[in-house]
Protein backbone atom coordinates (compact mmCIF):
# COMPACT_ATOMS: atom_id res chain seq x y z
CA UNK A 1 0.00 0.00 0.00
CA UNK A 2 0.75 3.68 -0.27
CA UNK A 3 3.37 4.57 2.19
CA UNK A 4 2.21 8.38 2.04
CA UNK A 5 -1.10 9.37 2.80
CA UNK A 6 -1.52 13.25 1.92
CA UNK A 7 -4.88 15.27 2.41
CA UNK A 8 -6.46 16.50 0.91
CA UNK A 9 -6.15 16.50 -2.60
CA UNK A 10 -7.04 20.10 -3.10
CA UNK A 11 -7.84 22.69 -1.16
CA UNK A 12 -10.00 26.14 -1.89
CA UNK A 13 -9.11 29.34 0.93
CA UNK A 14 -9.79 32.62 0.65
CA UNK A 15 -7.33 35.22 1.01
CA UNK A 16 -6.39 35.74 4.69
CA UNK A 17 -7.93 32.55 6.00
CA UNK A 18 -5.62 29.24 6.95
CA UNK A 19 -5.84 25.50 7.00
CA UNK A 20 -3.54 22.40 7.32
CA UNK A 21 -2.18 19.82 4.95
CA UNK A 22 -1.72 16.29 6.50
CA UNK A 23 0.46 13.29 5.96
CA UNK A 24 0.26 10.23 7.49
CA UNK A 25 3.09 7.69 7.27
CA UNK A 26 2.53 3.79 7.25
CA UNK A 27 6.10 2.96 7.88
CA UNK A 28 9.31 4.57 9.91
CA UNK A 29 10.05 7.45 8.96
CA UNK A 30 13.64 9.03 9.58
CA UNK A 31 12.35 12.34 8.46
CA UNK A 32 9.51 14.79 6.52
CA UNK A 33 10.44 17.14 3.54
CA UNK A 34 7.48 19.82 2.14
CA UNK A 35 7.80 20.64 -0.83
CA UNK A 36 5.82 23.80 -3.49
CA UNK A 37 5.82 22.74 -6.90
CA UNK A 38 5.47 25.81 -9.21
CA UNK A 39 3.17 26.17 -12.19
CA UNK A 40 6.97 25.45 -14.09
CA UNK A 41 7.16 21.99 -12.03
CA UNK A 42 10.26 23.20 -9.90
CA UNK A 43 9.95 22.03 -6.85
CA UNK A 44 10.59 24.31 -3.97
CA UNK A 45 11.59 23.65 -0.17
CA UNK A 46 9.83 24.30 2.08
CA UNK A 47 10.96 22.21 5.04
CA UNK A 48 12.57 19.56 6.40
CA UNK A 49 12.01 18.01 9.81
CA UNK A 50 13.64 15.44 11.24
CA UNK A 51 11.17 16.17 14.77
CA UNK A 52 9.05 18.94 16.82
CA UNK A 53 8.33 21.93 14.63
CA UNK A 54 9.19 24.60 12.19
CA UNK A 55 8.13 28.27 11.48
CA UNK A 56 8.85 30.16 8.55
CA UNK A 57 7.09 33.10 7.58
CA UNK A 58 3.47 32.27 7.23
CA UNK A 59 3.81 28.67 7.34
CA UNK A 60 4.63 25.80 9.84
CA UNK A 61 4.96 22.19 10.24
CA UNK A 62 5.36 19.87 12.44
CA UNK A 63 6.45 16.16 12.30
CA UNK A 64 5.46 13.39 15.13
CA UNK A 65 7.86 10.62 14.33
CA UNK A 66 6.26 8.56 16.97
CA UNK A 67 2.38 8.65 15.64
CA UNK A 68 3.61 8.77 12.14
CA UNK A 69 2.39 12.23 10.85
CA UNK A 70 3.69 15.39 9.55
CA UNK A 71 1.14 19.04 9.06
CA UNK A 72 1.43 22.11 7.07
CA UNK A 73 0.08 24.81 8.52
CA UNK A 74 -0.59 27.85 5.56
CA UNK A 75 -1.68 30.87 7.94
CA UNK A 76 -3.04 34.03 6.62
CA UNK A 77 -3.03 32.37 3.32
CA UNK A 78 -1.90 34.78 0.18
CA UNK A 79 -2.52 34.31 -3.73
CA UNK A 80 0.78 33.66 -4.14
CA UNK A 81 0.69 30.65 -1.37
CA UNK A 82 -1.25 28.77 -4.78
CA UNK A 83 0.73 25.74 -5.73
CA UNK A 84 0.73 22.01 -5.44
CA UNK A 85 2.67 21.35 -1.87
CA UNK A 86 3.91 17.79 -1.24
CA UNK A 87 5.21 16.07 1.43
CA UNK A 88 7.73 13.50 1.16
CA UNK A 89 9.06 11.39 3.65
CA UNK A 90 12.36 10.18 4.31
CA UNK A 91 12.62 5.94 5.15
CA UNK A 92 14.26 2.51 4.56
CA UNK A 93 16.75 2.53 1.98
CA UNK A 94 17.05 6.87 2.25
CA UNK A 95 14.22 6.38 -0.41
CA UNK A 96 12.22 10.20 -0.47
CA UNK A 97 8.50 8.69 -0.64
CA UNK A 98 6.16 11.40 -1.85
CA UNK A 99 2.71 12.25 -0.96
CA UNK A 100 0.07 12.88 -3.99
CA UNK A 101 0.12 16.41 -3.01
CA UNK A 102 -2.63 18.85 -2.56
CA UNK A 103 -3.74 21.16 -5.09
CA UNK A 104 -3.75 24.53 -3.64
CA UNK A 105 -6.19 27.70 -4.72
CA UNK A 106 -5.62 30.82 -2.84
CA UNK A 107 -8.90 32.85 -3.94
CA UNK A 108 -9.28 37.14 -3.66
CA UNK B 1 23.23 28.14 -0.54
CA UNK B 2 22.60 24.43 -2.31
CA UNK B 3 21.44 24.03 -5.73
CA UNK B 4 20.69 21.93 -8.54
CA UNK B 5 20.78 22.48 -12.36
CA UNK B 6 19.20 20.34 -14.88
CA UNK B 7 19.59 20.43 -18.53
CA UNK B 8 17.96 20.76 -20.66
CA UNK B 9 14.69 22.16 -19.35
CA UNK B 10 12.90 20.91 -22.09
CA UNK B 11 13.12 18.47 -25.03
CA UNK B 12 11.24 16.64 -27.65
CA UNK B 13 12.25 13.39 -29.06
CA UNK B 14 10.76 11.07 -31.83
CA UNK B 15 9.64 7.91 -30.30
CA UNK B 16 11.88 5.06 -30.62
CA UNK B 17 14.91 7.49 -29.90
CA UNK B 18 16.99 8.43 -26.48
CA UNK B 19 17.93 11.25 -24.84
CA UNK B 20 19.98 12.51 -22.25
CA UNK B 21 19.49 14.29 -19.22
CA UNK B 22 22.19 16.04 -17.15
CA UNK B 23 21.76 17.48 -13.30
CA UNK B 24 24.41 19.51 -11.59
CA UNK B 25 25.08 20.11 -7.82
CA UNK B 26 26.41 23.54 -6.69
CA UNK B 27 27.28 24.49 -3.05
CA UNK B 28 27.32 21.09 -1.48
CA UNK B 29 28.37 17.39 -2.22
CA UNK B 30 25.70 15.49 -3.93
CA UNK B 31 27.23 11.73 -2.23
CA UNK B 32 23.36 10.74 -3.11
CA UNK B 33 21.46 11.47 -6.55
CA UNK B 34 18.04 10.46 -6.80
CA UNK B 35 16.09 10.72 -10.13
CA UNK B 36 12.37 10.66 -10.40
CA UNK B 37 9.62 11.16 -12.99
CA UNK B 38 6.10 12.41 -12.24
CA UNK B 39 3.87 11.64 -15.10
CA UNK B 40 0.79 13.74 -16.18
CA UNK B 41 -1.73 13.91 -12.69
CA UNK B 42 0.34 11.82 -11.18
CA UNK B 43 2.89 12.03 -7.59
CA UNK B 44 6.87 11.52 -8.22
CA UNK B 45 8.18 8.23 -8.51
CA UNK B 46 11.31 6.98 -7.67
CA UNK B 47 13.45 5.60 -11.27
CA UNK B 48 16.88 4.97 -9.16
CA UNK B 49 19.12 6.17 -6.52
CA UNK B 50 22.49 6.40 -6.67
CA UNK B 51 24.90 6.68 -4.29
CA UNK B 52 29.02 7.93 -5.08
CA UNK B 53 31.36 4.24 -5.07
CA UNK B 54 28.55 2.53 -4.20
CA UNK B 55 25.69 0.16 -6.95
CA UNK B 56 23.04 2.45 -8.23
CA UNK B 57 19.76 0.68 -7.21
CA UNK B 58 17.09 0.88 -9.62
CA UNK B 59 13.04 0.97 -8.53
CA UNK B 60 10.50 -1.95 -9.39
CA UNK B 61 9.64 -1.36 -12.98
CA UNK B 62 12.45 0.87 -14.05
CA UNK B 63 15.90 -0.75 -15.31
CA UNK B 64 19.65 0.20 -15.95
CA UNK B 65 19.18 -1.09 -19.26
CA UNK B 66 16.12 1.72 -20.11
CA UNK B 67 17.69 4.45 -17.99
CA UNK B 68 21.36 4.43 -17.88
CA UNK B 69 22.56 6.45 -15.27
CA UNK B 70 25.82 7.63 -14.17
CA UNK B 71 27.22 9.63 -11.11
CA UNK B 72 31.31 10.11 -11.37
CA UNK B 73 31.78 12.54 -8.70
CA UNK B 74 29.63 14.36 -6.06
CA UNK B 75 28.58 17.40 -7.98
CA UNK B 76 27.16 15.60 -11.59
CA UNK B 77 24.72 12.74 -12.82
CA UNK B 78 23.24 12.02 -15.60
CA UNK B 79 20.82 10.02 -16.58
CA UNK B 80 19.45 8.90 -20.70
CA UNK B 81 16.23 7.22 -21.65
CA UNK B 82 16.68 4.70 -24.50
CA UNK B 83 14.20 4.22 -26.92
CA UNK B 84 11.77 6.50 -25.60
CA UNK B 85 7.91 5.83 -26.24
CA UNK B 86 4.62 8.05 -25.09
CA UNK B 87 4.62 6.12 -21.63
CA UNK B 88 7.95 7.90 -20.92
CA UNK B 89 6.95 11.59 -21.37
CA UNK B 90 6.91 13.55 -18.11
CA UNK B 91 8.86 15.87 -15.99
CA UNK B 92 12.25 13.94 -14.88
CA UNK B 93 13.39 15.37 -11.96
CA UNK B 94 17.09 15.18 -10.46
CA UNK B 95 17.20 14.94 -6.24
CA UNK B 96 20.35 16.08 -4.37
CA UNK B 97 21.94 15.41 -1.05
CA UNK B 98 24.93 15.22 0.69
CA UNK B 99 24.10 12.40 2.95
CA UNK B 100 21.75 9.76 3.32
CA UNK B 101 18.67 11.36 5.24
CA UNK B 102 19.74 14.76 4.65
CA UNK B 103 17.93 17.50 3.27
CA UNK B 104 17.36 16.76 -0.67
CA UNK B 105 17.33 19.82 -2.98
CA UNK B 106 15.73 19.00 -6.84
CA UNK B 107 16.49 20.86 -9.71
CA UNK B 108 13.89 22.37 -12.08
CA UNK B 109 13.67 19.28 -14.20
CA UNK B 110 13.73 17.77 -17.83
CA UNK B 111 10.13 17.80 -19.34
CA UNK B 112 10.29 15.45 -21.86
CA UNK B 113 7.56 15.24 -24.50
CA UNK B 114 7.65 12.21 -27.02
CA UNK B 115 6.69 11.97 -30.37
Known amino acids: GDQVEQSPSALSLHEGTSSALRCNFTTTTRSVQWFRQNSRGSLINLFY???GTKENGRLKSAFDSKELYSTLHIRDAQLEDSGTYFCAANSAGNKLTFGIGTRVLVRP | GALVYQYPRRTICKSGTSMRMECQAVGFQATSVAWYRQSPQKTFELIAL?????????EQNFTQEKFPISHPNLSFSSMTVLNAYLEDRGLYLC???????????FGPGTRLTVL
Open chain 1, 49 to 51: LAS
Open chain 2, 95 to 105: GAREAGDAEQF
Open chain 2, 50 to 58: STVNSAIKY
